[in-house]
Structures are given as C-alpha cells and as structure tokens.
C-alpha cells in the first residue's frame, strides 16, 4: 500500500492538528471531526490493517516523539476527533509512536 507521510519533525501536536485541518477544510465544523479517527503508532501499516481502514485514510506525518504524538491524540479529542476507547495519556502511544494518521470512520473500520 502506498500513501504520502507528511514530515511533520518540526511542528507541534497543536500545530499538526491545524496542519490536517488546513488540508481538509470540512474538518473546521466540529460536527464532521467525529467521523474521523486520529492515532499514534511506530507502525502505520499494521495500524491500519488492525484498523481495517487501509482505503480510509485522510492523513499520516512522521513527528518528532512520543510526546508530540500523545498530544496530537489529546488535542484530537478535545477537538472532537474520534480516538477510540481512552485508556490512558494519549490513546495507543509507546515508546515508538512516531506516526500520527487520520481516517474516515465507517462501517468497515474497527477502532
């Protein structure tokens, strides 16, 4: 499977959000952000064929750590995005996640 990663080192969580947001306007009403998935993982193709969301997918960039990508989780939910069943910190983070993405939710996903 072939997508575009966006190199996103050098931004913040607060700043990537607005960087997805930016490429797809629609997400600026709240009310569409919760049929989009946001999550952090160190292995973006597994997630997404965990995920089933393969043919789904809005948006992925490579971040700076850990850290950048639980905020990106963080704000994503307080911005109304989709993030799944919260556990802890950010969602799914490890020591590894250096890959942010976003899907489209729909019947075929599992989150």
Known sequence: MEYHIYD???LSADE???YLIE???ELQDRRARAGVYIGATGNI??????HNAKDNL???AKVANRRVAARFEKIAL???FEIGDVKHG???TNSYSIFVY???IDKYTIE
């Open 8 to 10: 996103c080192v050098n």
């Open 16 to 18: 990537i959000i607005n």
């Open 23 to 25: 490429i797809y306007p």
């Open 45 to 50: 193709a597994d997630r997404l064929y965990r």
């Open 58 to 60: 809005l948006f992925c």
């Open 78 to 80: 307080e911005s109304g």
């Open 90 to 92: 950010g969602n799914g």
């Open 102 to 104: 976003a899907y489209e």
